[in-house]
């Protein structure tokens, strides 16, 4: 298998699991090595007490982007810190897309960065993750 | 009114429009000027794809928690950065309980400090959030 | 005055000020409207106790750097939150060159990506940082 | 020996070898397992171009007692991941006090908190620090 058959492997794997994420109905667009795109509507019940969107929510959407990207390369990792910084009040409504990106790696420890947009394309949250690995493999032989 | 009277009679407001929150069955225990104390059961559809609470689960309960505290005052303030430290996965079914603590004011800004703990009372999540009054009263002529 | 000319104009000076930079031998390579390059020796002095180079060296390179970039349009700008996160050990002796991206914009508020890699292009580690403008202008007349 | 004499025995250790710390004029006041006080004046090459103290210069200040605090126990431990905010600026000749605790601890991995203050008791920065116990003793055979 290539690492991208690995990845894809992998996420559908993980979006099968991920009921938190499946519960906001996070559709997964595309996953790569260290990598993914997913996509999610902002449902009237997703907001916080000032009625936009609760960061928890954002954060839930990109958490779960860093989550396929830090497990596709079929090694287990675990999130250690996260951090976001809002930058745009989200409406009910919107459809928001988080890209993951893995920026470095060193030893068993990784950051990613994830990045919520709009559908204008404008950056809603800004969010860094750093993993650690922690063993194991998610689908065990499937290599990676 | 009293600080206190303020920080519940807004509680309470908060309660019915966080959304998030309540889809997540979040309970307010107790709410007092700059702090509070949530509750919230880890229902089995809010975990990741490792079968324990999804990260971004923890992070909205926490959240909420910040959202009240740095709401008790009666004065309209916001999330502007969040980080999230986890040191402890966290089974379906485990009873948790957020505090929040105002830290520290510095004009408009205030800093937050959030602990998520299990029932056995081992934390499994440390947040710290910045927070900034945007102007504006929660609840226009209650004072605060 | 064009936006390039501008930050040359502000780096310039920001370089003489900046003491705690100086202290350390931080030279500015090369400033643009929103980013800026800086480059520093790693001396016997700036090291932990484990012998390496302390964090707050690392820090304070990634932070000098940070300054540059959000005051290089000419408005005064504070660091309100930074983190850093570390990737590997660096040696006495190492020359680390710091790069200052400007990510995002909202309102007032700006967010910052600093990158500090060693002469073999390994990055050691990597800083966001969360500016506020706070009124004024640092050369007052120049424009920006 | 003490859980105390330990921290102690290595403080010094730590005192004497980190050079960064020294180079500030960074003095230990206490330490405990777990936990230290330092104290440092701002000097005039400490300042950043707007004229006080460098932001780089209160997260070294920090960053060391989180070095004291991480190595109390005689265990090698290193900074993976800090986060600081600003809360006031601080000017030529303050006297700061930076005090650390360890707030929770998981496997190898602990969060500690460091606080700020000038002289008049307000607190002008708040650092957190995530550490890993890499293995190994600061001075083999003391215990810990």
Redesign the interface.
Known sequence: MTPQQIAETVGK??A????????LGVQLVSVTPGGCVLRMTVQ????????TC????M???A??AF?YAC?SFNR?A????????????VAVGTVLTATAEL??T?GR?S?YDMTVRDEAGN?VA?F?G?SREIGGE?IPGLGG
Request: net charge neutral; glycine share 12%.
């Open positions: 794997l993980v099968e699991r991920d009921m938190a994420g499946r519960r009237p019940d997703m907001v916080n007490s000032g009625g609760h960061g928890g929510v954060f839930t959407l958490d779960s989550g497990n287990v675990v999130a250690q810190q996260c951090d976001i910084t809002y930058l745009k009040p920026r470095e060193a420890s950051v950056t800004l860094r750093l998610i």
